[in-house]
C-alpha cells in the first residue's frame, strides 16, 4: 500500500517522479505528493488528494518551472490508513521548518507516543497521519549530517516502513531507510532511483539493488551506500531484472486487467517453461533445493496466503492430497501467523504471494522460520520478501501484474501447485503412466484458457445482460469450490456488487434462503467428479426461480439444457479445471464491471498490495 519514488540525477526530477507515480499508482490511490530539491533554491513540495494526474495538473497548471527544473526529490502515492486522504495528509511531510521532508510506506505503531512527547517539544503538527512524526524526529536528531539523523530517528520507531528524506541541506542526496516495506533502488547511467518496486525504475534501469530490513540507504547521482541504521557499512549485491519496462504498460487494452487476462496463455506457458521432466515424467522445480530422500519426508503441508493467492492455495490442496498423498491444509496468512500454528519436524510450509510483500504473508514466513519448519515460497516479484525471506521456492514469471484484481499471477499460481504436485507425486506413490497423463494435461493449460478466451463476445454478452442485479452467489465442487471463491472475488472487487462463493453443497444449509430472480447463481458445473450433484444443485436454483449461469464442459448438453445461459469451458481433468474456468469468471467479472462504468485497474478502497495488517 502506498507507493514512494525517489529520484537523484541530471534530469528533471518532477518528470521522472510522476512518471515513476503513475507507474506505482496501483499500490494506492487517494493522494499524492512530491517534494524537489533544487541546488540553492527552497523545496517545492506539492500534494493533492485524488489520483496522480490531479497531481500532475496542478504541477503543469502552477508551477511549469518545477516541471523542467533538474534536481532531486521524492514522491508519494498514497493508500490511507491513518487520516482521510486530502491535500493536508498527503505525503510528503516536513518538520515545521521546512528543512527535512519525507516520504512513507507502512504503520508506525507508536506514533501517539512519539506525537504526544514531540508535541510536548514544541512540534506544531499539521496532518492527521502517523508519518508526519518521522520528518519532526529527524529534524531533533539533526546535527549536520542527514544519515545519522534519519538513523537515530528510525530507531526511534516501531512498526513498518520503507522512507526516503530529502533536505534542502543535502542538495542531491536522499536517504532511504526500510524495515517492513519494500524498497528497491535502481542504478542507472549518473542517476539513481528508489522506489517501493520494481515498475518506477525499470524504464530507466534494469540495474538494482534490493534493500533489507534494517537498511538505510544514502544515494546521490553517482553513488549508494548502504549502511545499517547503526551506520556500519553493508553491501549488497546488484542484480539484473528480466522484466522490460513494456511488460507493465497497458498496450491497446482499455485496462491492465483484461491485458492480463489475455496474457494468461503466455504466462502460465512461461510457469511450465523448462520445468517438466519428460524423461522421469516428473517436475524440475530447481528453486525448491530439496533432495529427492527431503521430499520424500515432508509429512504435511501447510499453504498460507491472502485473497486470490489464499484460494489458489486451496486448490493446491486437492492436488498434493489427491495426487501425492500429503495431508495439507491451507490457511489465511494472518491466521496462520496469529493461531501459534502446529509445526512439526517434517512440516512444508508453502507461502504464496504475486507481490511477496503481504505484510500478513511475510510474517507467517517469519512464524514459519521461527518454528523450524521448511519453508518454500511461490512469488511472482523476484527478490521480493517473501521470496527472500523463505530462501528456496519456486517463481511464477507471470511477469508484472498491475491490475488490483489478479488475473495471471492466480493461474500461474495454479500451475505451478500443479508441478509440484507432479514432483511431489512422481517422489511417492505415483507411477511413470499417471505422470505422463498429468504431464500433458499440463502442456494443453495453455490452449484451454485460449479457448475460452475466444469466448469473449458470449461472455460479454452474458455480462452485459446480469449487469444490472446487486447480488451473485457462485458455486462450486471439489478444485472448482476454490474457484468459486475466486469467481466472487473477482466480481466484488472490481464491480462492487455483493457476491459470494460456496461450496455447492452448502447452499441448502442456509443460503438458499435468498435465492429468487433477483440473484443470479453462477454454477460450475464442468464434467467432473462432482458434477452429477452439480446438477441437481442447478435445479434446485431453477426451482426458486434464481437465474443460472453455468460453465459446462463442451458437448455437455444436459447440463447445457438446464441453465438459462452457457459458457462453455473445455473437456479436461479435474486438475486442470480450475484454470480455464478462472479464466472465464475473470471475463465474466470484467464485463460486468465494464458495463458498470467501474474503475477497473483501481478499485475504491483498495490497492494491489496489501503491506499492512
Ligand atoms: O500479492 P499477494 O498475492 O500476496 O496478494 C494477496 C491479495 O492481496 C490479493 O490476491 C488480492 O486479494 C487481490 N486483489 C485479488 O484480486
Redesign the pocket.
Known amino acids: 500500500m502506498c507507493g514512494i519514488v525517489a529520484y537523484a540525477g541530471p534530469r528533471p526530477a518532477a518528470e521522472v517522479l510522476i512518471d515513476g507515480l503513475k507507474r506505482l499508482e496501483y499500490r494506492g490511490y487517494d493522494s499524492a505528493g512530491i517534494a524537489v530539491v533544487v541546488e540553492g533554491g527552497p523545496v517545492s513540495c506539492v500534494k493533492s488528494a485524488g489520483k496522480v494526474n490531479a497531481l500532475e495538473r496542478l504541477l503543469r497548471e502552477n508551477t511549469p518551472e518545477l516541471m523542467e527544473a533538474a534536481g532531486c526529490g521524492i514522491a508519494h502515492t498514497r493508500w490511507a490508513t491513518h487520516g482521510e486522504p486530502s491535500d493536508v495528509n498527503a505525503h510528503p511531510h516536513s518538520d515545521e521548518k521546512g528543512k527535512f521532508y519525507i516520504v512513507h510506506n507502512g504503520i508506525i505503531d507508536n506514533y501517539q507516543t512519539l506525537r504526544k512527547r514531540l508535541a510536548e517539544q514544541g512540534c506544531v503538527f499539521r496532518s492527521s497521519t502517523d508519518s508526519e512524526v518521522i520528518a519532526h524526529l529527524i529534524a531533533r536528531f539533526y546535527q549536520g549530517d542527514l544519515p545519522r539523523a534519519v538513523a537515530a530517528a528510525v530507531r526511534q520507531l516501531s512498526g513498518t516502513y520503507g522512507i526516503a528524506v530529502v533536505s534542502p541541506l543535502h542538495p542531491g542526496m536522499i536517504v532511504a531507510a526500510r524495515k517492513g516495506s519494500p524498497l528497491v533502488i535502481g542504478l542507472g547511467e549518473k542517476e539513481n532511483i528508489a522506489a517501493s518496486d520494481l515498475a518506477a525504475i525499470l524504464p530507466s534501469t534494469r540495474n538494482v539493488m534490493y534493500l533489507n530490513d534494517g537498511d538505510l540507504a544514502v544515494m546521490t547521482a553517482d553513488s549508494v551506500e548502504v549502511r545499517n541504521f547503526e551506520n556500519m557499512p553493508i553491501e549488497r549485491e546488484t542484480t539484473r531484472v528480466e522484466w522490460s519496462a513494456d511488460a507493465a504498460e497497458k498496450g491497446n487494452y482499455p485496462h491492465f486487467m483484461l491485458k492480463e487476462i489475455f496474457e494468461q496463455p503466455e504466462t502460465v506457458e512461461n510457469a511450465i517453461r523448462g520445468r517438466i521432466d519428460h524423461e522421469m515424467k516428473s517436475a524440475l522445480l530447481s528453486g525448491l533445493n530439496l533432495t529427492p530422500r527431503e521430499l520424500a519426508e515432508i509429512g504435511r503441508i501447510v499453504i498460507a496466503?491472502?485473497?486470490?493467492?489464499m484460494h489458489a492455495g486451496l486448490v493446491g490442496e486437492y492436488f498434493f492430497e489427491d495426487l501425492a498423498g500429503i495431508p495439507t491444509e491451507v490457511e489465511q496468512a494472518a491466521e496462520f501467523r496469529y493461531r501459534n500454528p502446529i509445526i512439526e519436524p517434517r512440516t512444508l510450509v508453502i507461502p504464496?504471494?504475486?507481490?511477496?510483500?503481504?505484510a500478513d504473508?511475510i510474517a507467517a514466513v517469519r512464524e514459519a522460520t521461527a518454528k523450524g519448519a521448511l519453508v518454500a515460497a511461490l512469488c511472482n516479484v523476484v527478490g521480493s520478501t517473501v521470496a527472500r525471506e523463505a530462501g528456496r521456492g519456486v517463481y511464477l514469471h507471470a511477469g508484472p501484474e498491475i491490475s488490483?484484481?489478479?488475473t495471471k499471477?492466480f493461474t500461474s499460481q495454479v500451475t505451478v501447485l500443479l508441478l509440484l504436485a507432479l514432483l511431489f507425486g512422481r517422489n511417492r506413490r505415483m507411477d511413470r503412466t499417471d505422470g505422463a497423463r498429468l504431464i500433458a494435461e499440463i502442456e494443453a493449460l495453455p490452449d484451454m484458457i485460449r479457448k475460452v478466451l475466444e469466448q469473449v463476445p458470449e461472455i460479454e454478452r452474458i455480462a452485459k445482460r446480469y449487469a444490472h442485479c446487486n447480488d451473485f452467489f457462485f458455486i462450486g465442487r471439489g478444485p472448482l469450490y476454490p474457484a468459486a471463491l475466486e469467481g466472487a472475488?473477482?466480481l466484488k472487487?472490481i464491480s462492487y456488487i455483493h457476491a459470494e462463493g460456496y461450496h455447492a453443497a452448502e447452499l441448502k444449509h442456509g443460503p438458499i434462503a435468498l435465492l429468487d430472480p433477483a440473484h443470479p447463481v453462477v454454477a460450475l458445473a464442468n464434467n467432473i467428479p462432482g458434477r452429477d450433484k452439480m446438477l441437481g444443485n442447478i435445479q434446485e436454483c431453477r426451482a426458486r426461480k434464481a437465474p443460472v449461469i453455468a460453465l459446462v464442459t463442451e458437448g455437455d448438453a444436459e447440463a447445457e439444457a438446464l441453465a438459462g445461459d452457457v459458457i462453455r469451458i473445455p473437456e479436461c481433468s479435474r486438475y486442470a479445471a480450475a484454470l480455464p474456468t478462472v479464466a472465464a469468471l475473470q471475463l465474466l467479472a470484467y464485463y460486468i464491471a465494464a458495463e458498470r462504468g467501474c474503475e477497473i485497474d483501481q478499485p475504491r478502497n483498495?490497492a494491489?498490495?496489501?503491506t499492512v495488517e
Open positions: 496466503g491472502c485473497g486470490s493467492s504464496i504471494s504475486q507481490s511477496g510483500e503481504t504473508t488490483v484484481a489478479s499471477a472475488l473477482k472487487e483498495l494491489k498490495s496489501v
